[in-house]
């Protein structure tokens, strides 16, 4: 792919507030995330809907069909070209990386989004990137971008050879532009949203997800969209976690079908356990003992 412009678009859920919290990060070349935004763009159209965001995902119809034809067209499209990968990172701040006193939250994010966008730049072994987060955060990006700038595309293993043979062995990744933008105008920061929230989700609710996606068995045969918008005496937010479970588990069911290597039972939460894999859910965990979240300055 020499000579494409590359890009990442990014969101996050949960930061702040929840014990689960995530980053996805949508990347490839200019070319083909502009393709998957025009697919994208069109089911917006086609829904009239303006907006796919995991947090909106209850009961209306409209918006169930669009966020299942966005995680149909990631799926498509990651495994038809591998032109397009999502890195999904999750964390547990009651791990023993985050749980120690006078974390500072903010600075433990924008570590998050090194580690993330460290790891997609490399797999895609590609020096210069473009890279557009949703405007909503609180993240300082042209620091983390100069962090970045300083940091080797090929990745050193001590006494081994490197993870994969780099056309820039000694080049240094370049985030030459950094752009928040709007995710009610960007809808690959939207899908970005939506792969984050998914993640989350599912460590949080994943053991009752599977219990549930268990019990309903042999109904499988019945048409997916008839359950997710029936008018039943349901509480809403019953019928909300219920059309998130079926929404997770239609994304995981193709990308079964595309053999894309992303797994929902053995860890009851969505995982990708090859992460060179072009659709990848990475649950951080603590490398070793000094691996600890960065503390405040007081």
């Known amino acids: 792919m020499k000579g ?19 980053i996805a990060v949508v990347s490839g070349p200019e070319t083909r ?11 917006l159209s086609q829904n009239q809907i303006n907006e796919v965001k995991f947090a909106l995902i209850r009961t209306h119809r409209a918006l169930i069909e669009a966020a299942r034809a966005f995680s149909r067209c990631m799926v498509e499209i990651s495994a038809s070209t591998t032109a397009v990968r999502a890195d999904i990172v999750t964390w547990d701040m009651q ?15 924008e570590r998050m989004y090194y580690k993330v966008l460290t790891h997609a730049a490399r797999q895609w072994n590609q020096v210069g990137w473009g890279f557009h987060p949703d405007t909503n955060s609180q993240v300082h990006w042209y620091e983390i971008a100069e ?32 752009e928040p933008l709007d ?49 039943c005496a349901l509480d809403e937010t019953i019928r909300t976690k219920q059309n998130r479970f079926l929404l997770i588990r239609e ?48």
């Open 251 to 298: 994304f995981n069911a193709h990308c079964r079908q595309y053999r894309l290597g992303v797994s929902l039972r053995d860890r009851r939460c969505l995982w990708t356990p090859n992460p060179a894999n072009a659709i990848n859910f990475w649950n951080y965990e603590p490398q070793h003992d000094y691996d600890k979240a960065p503390k405040r300055m007081d």
């Open 95 to 109: 791990d023993s990386r985050h749980a120690i006193q006078g974390r500072n939250s903010l600075a433990n994010l």
């Open 33 to 43: 995330l502009a393709q998957l935004r025009s697919n994208l763009q069109c089911i």
């Open 183 to 231: 995710s009610l105008g960007e809808p690959l920061i939207q899908l970005a949203d939506l792969l984050a929230g998914m993640a989350r989700f599912m460590r949080e609710e994943g053991h009752q997800c599977i219990q549930w996606l268990d019990s309903w068995g042999n109904r499988d045969q019945l048409a997916l969209p008839h359950f997710l918008h029936a008018k």
């Open 147 to 178: 962090v970045l700038n300083r940091t080797r595309l090929a990745k050193p293993v001590a006494n081994a050879p490197l993870l994969f043979d780099s056309e820039h062995p000694d080049q240094f990744i370049e985030f030459t532009s950094v």
């Open 4 to 22: 494409e412009t590359f890009a990442a678009y990014s969101d996050e859920s949960g930061i702040f507030s929840h014990r689960y919290q995530t």
